[in-house]
């Protein structure tokens, strides 16, 4: 009987990987694509004209870096304006944003509306009630530094008709420490292996983070910045593949930000984002169905977004499910004195170690992939590749917190890496 429960469950893994397996096919294509050049665009024919957006409540820090990235674009200074959005005008973000030409400071009225949604809802509005004229948004935390040709490689994009864009976003710390390191190189594994055949095929990419704009038109028809969940990028994400926006990705665009160095900081950042997740696909679903079922244009991406993590889960529940049967069938063994207990140990130790070692080899593959932009020392390369199972294993932790925890607020990030542009 041991040993048919043992074999019937290896009969279950297998069904239940291969079916992980068929789900995967449209992630494989995607990874396959990823390690080819990246699309190039044409050179623009009309330089237009963006305002930059910058929440940066508390943020004298690091802003000045940001600022001066922004002075240094190879790009027309007449046509760049920036938004410091802060809550006080006693903020010191003040004092250094005043030295810099083009530059506005916003003081929020709202306080009591939390969010970075709300902030650039207020200032958008504001933009919109003066009677400025942009020709598209760029929306950058404090801490992000631009590249100089940022401004003018996605200009080529706005050109080409692309409403909305994003950029290659590279990490300023690499090197502080394993945690810093993993959760940069979760954003390269979806600049990569995600947004780069995204951006070929599809022609809807998943916006993360910032270094992104988006059209005026599409504010101008919202009245406003209407994201507001704790995810407001992946909530612009379905917006836009629902109303088939047309977006991409521009690897060619960098900028950087800072990742954070501590497991309580990035434990408390994640649970943001699976909360915000699971909120934002829970208020598009409908409509996502519905658009996939009455509207024929894009429905490759927008099945991909019903789909959701479906097909990472479903490979990762068989492989962590296995292991936790094949586990605990060994301990009942072991007590029933079962000579076959053996061979379930040896099946869960195999199991496990599979699951360790397909997570270091993806962690190496994307390093490799990206080893034309990282910064990074060896060592660190080394103990990101060895402990990024660990990083991603913590999601399922966090993903249990997040089913239990009914509010989940934002919560600012305080940012201290200073760096300059790359040149």
């Given at each position: 009987?041991y040993?048919?429960?043992?074999?019937?469950?290896?009969i279950?893994?297998?069904?239940?990987?291969?079916?992980s397996?068929?789900?995967?096919?449209?992630?494989?294509?995607?990874h396959?694509?990823?390690?080819?050049?990246?699309?190039k665009?044409?050179?623009?024919k009309?330089?237009?004209?963006f305002?930059?957006l910058i929440?940066?409540?508390?943020?004298?820090?690091?802003?000045?870096g940001?600022?001066?990235?922004?002075?240094?674009?190879?790009y027309?200074?007449?046509l760049?304006?920036?938004?410091?959005i802060v809550?006080?005008?006693?903020?010191?973000?003040?004092?250094?944003?005043?030295r810099?030409?083009?530059?506005?400071?916003?003081?929020?009225?709202?306080l009591?509306?939390?969010g970075?949604?709300?902030?650039?809802?207020?200032?958008?509005?504001h933009?919109f009630?003066?009677g400025?004229?942009?020709?598209?948004?760029?929306?950058?935390?404090a801490?992000?530094?631009?590249?100089?040709n940022?401004i003018?490689e996605?200009?080529?994009?706005?050109d080409?008709?692309?409403?909305?864009?994003?950029?290659y976003?590279?990490?300023?710390?690499w090197?502080?420490?394993w945690?810093?390191?993993?959760?940069?190189?979760?954003?390269?594994?979806?600049?990569?292996?995600?947004?780069?055949?995204?951006?070929r095929f599809?022609k809807?990419v998943?916006?993360?983070?910032?270094?992104?704009?988006?059209s005026?038109?599409?504010?101008?028809?919202?009245?406003?910045?209407?994201?507001?969940?704790?995810?407001?990028?992946?909530?612009?994400?379905?917006?836009?593949?629902?109303?088939?926006v047309?977006?991409?990705?521009?690897?060619?665009a960098?900028?950087?930000?800072?990742?954070?160095?501590k497991?309580?900081?990035?434990w408390?950042?994640?649970l943001r984002?699976?909360?915000?997740?699971?909120?934002?696909?829970?208020?598009?679903?409908?409509?996502?169905?519905?658009s996939?079922?009455?509207?024929?244009t894009n429905?490759?991406?927008?099945?991909?977004?019903i789909?959701?993590?479906?097909?990472?889960?479903?490979l990762?529940?068989?492989?962590?499910?296995?292991?936790?049967?094949?586990?605990v069938l060994?301990?009942v063994?072991?007590?029933?004195?079962?000579?076959?207990?053996?061979s379930?140990?040896v099946?869960?130790?195999?199991?496990t170690?599979?699951?360790?070692?397909f997570?270091?080899?993806?962690?190496?593959?994307?390093?490799?992939?990206e080893?034309?932009h990282?910064n990074?020392?060896?060592?660190?390369?080394?103990?990101?590749?060895?402990?990024f199972p660990?990083?991603?294993a913590?999601?399922?932790?966090?993903?249990?917190?997040?089913m239990?925890?009914k509010?989940?607020?934002?919560k600012?990030?305080?940012h201290?890496?200073?760096?300059?542009?790359?040149n």
């Amino acid at each position: 009987m041991y040993h048919q429960i043992f074999h019937i469950g290896n009969i279950v893994f297998y069904i239940l990987l291969a079916i992980s397996f068929v789900l995967l096919i449209q992630k494989i294509i995607y990874h396959i694509v990823g390690l080819f050049p990246a699309k190039k665009f044409k050179e623009a024919k009309t330089n237009h004209k963006f305002a930059i957006l910058i929440p940066a409540r508390n943020e004298s820090k690091v802003i000045e870096g940001l600022l001066v990235s922004i002075e240094e674009q190879n790009y027309d200074k007449d046509l760049i304006k920036t938004f410091v959005i802060v809550e006080s005008e006693d903020d010191p973000t003040c004092e250094i944003a005043k030295r810099y030409k083009n530059t506005e400071i916003f003081v929020r009225k709202h306080l009591e509306r939390k969010g970075k949604g709300y902030a650039l809802d207020e200032v958008v509005t504001h933009i919109f009630e003066t009677g400025e004229k942009f020709d598209a948004f760029f929306i950058f935390d404090a801490d992000n530094i631009l590249d100089k040709n940022y401004i003018k490689e996605m200009n080529k994009t706005f050109d080409e008709g692309y409403e909305i864009a994003l950029g290659y976003r590279n990490s300023k710390n690499w090197n502080d420490g394993w945690i810093a390191s993993a959760s940069a190189l979760t954003f390269s594994m979806i600049n990569t292996f995600q947004n780069k055949c995204r951006s070929r095929f599809t022609k809807n990419v998943i916006i993360s983070g910032t270094g992104f704009y988006v059209s005026s038109k599409i504010l101008e028809k919202l009245g406003g910045w209407k994201f507001f969940e704790l995810t407001e990028d992946y909530e612009l994400s379905l917006y836009a593949t629902i109303n088939n926006v047309k977006a991409t990705y521009n690897e060619y665009a960098e900028f950087y930000d800072e990742q954070p160095t501590k497991l309580k900081v990035s434990w408390n950042q994640r649970l943001r984002w699976v909360k915000g997740y699971s909120n934002v696909t829970k208020k598009y679903k409908k409509k996502l169905v519905k658009s996939f079922l009455l509207d024929k244009t894009n429905r490759l991406c927008k099945f991909e977004y019903i789909m959701s993590i479906l097909p990472v889960v479903s490979l990762l529940a068989t492989s962590f499910l296995y292991t936790a049967f094949t586990l605990v069938l060994a301990i009942v063994g072991s007590i029933l004195k079962q000579p076959e207990c053996t061979s379930v140990y040896v099946a869960c130790a195999i199991s496990t170690l599979v699951i360790y070692l397909f997570f270091v080899a993806y962690a190496f593959v994307m390093f490799l992939a990206e080893r034309k932009h990282i910064n990074i020392t060896f060592w660190h390369k080394v103990s990101c590749c060895l402990l990024f199972p660990i990083y991603m294993a913590l999601y399922i932790p966090i993903y249990i917190q997040s089913m239990f925890k009914k509010n989940v607020e934002w919560k600012p990030i305080e940012h201290n890496v200073q760096m300059s542009q790359k040149n």
